[in-house]
């Protein structure tokens, strides 16, 4: 979607007590300011795989002296009111998190350099990009797999960063890691599985009150 619909969607979150999340295209790190300053108050940013580009997403993020994002008078964030500027960029620093996605094995390798960059405040694993670039797609209980989840956790705890571990098909399985440490966040689908389920569903209804059944397919 544009910038512009995602700040009127962030926006109007604000308004309903909702914290929204903004996902910006891949090393996109210009659009990231306009998007916090629309109203974003967490940025996911895509397949990180290195400190160094961990502390350029931080520096986007963050106003001086934890970044460079541009000044601006006031935000949505605090209903427009006029706040002096210093209190303004210490509020919204405080208050904006950033979450990294680690969606490779090289970034898999530098997690622990990655959560180590002062800023960053989540770390999130995309499995199944990560089983996909391992060469493994969608095989979420391979070995391989459970070792890159084990020391990705082991790494963020030391750290005492919070690890979010996503894109799996397998309910027992998140359930397993987060019992191992990974953070409660509970991924129940994406908009077009929520979609086509809800599709189905009527479907499905639809033949039975015909007396017909809905094909396996």
Do not use: W
């Amino acid at each position: 979607m544009s910038v512009d619909t995602a700040a009127m969607i962030c926006a109007s979150a604000l308004d309903l007590g909702l914290v929204p999340f903004i996902r910006p295209p891949e090393r996109d790190l210009g659009i990231i300011g306009r998007l916090l300053d629309g109203g974003a108050l967490g940025i996911i940013a895509p397949r990180i795989e290195t400190a160094e580009q961990a502390r350029d997403l931080v520096a986007a993020c963050k106003f001086p002296p934890l970044g460079h994002r541009s000044a601006i008078s006031t935000l949505p964030h605090v209903g427009f009111k006029a706040i002096p500027v210093g209190e303004l960029n210490a509020l919204m620093n405080s208050a904006t998190i950033v979450k990294v996605l680690i969606e490779s094995p090289l970034g898999i390798e530098n997690v622990g350099s990655i959560a180590a960059v002062p800023g960053v405040d989540l770390i999130g694993i995309g499995t199944n990009d990560l089983t996909a670039e391992m060469g493994i797609p969608g095989e979420f209980r391979h070995p391989d797999v459970r070792r890159a989840h084990e020391a990705a956790l082991a790494a963020c705890q030391r750290l005492g960063k919070p690890l979010a571990i996503g894109g799996i098909g397998d309910i027992a399985y998140a359930a397993e890691l987060i019992r191992m440490g990974a953070a409660p966040f509970l991924f129940t689908g994406i908009d077009t599985d929520l979609l086509l389920g809800a599709a189905r569903d009527r479907i499905r209804q639809a033949l039975a009150a015909n007396g017909a059944e809905f094909p396996n397919q």
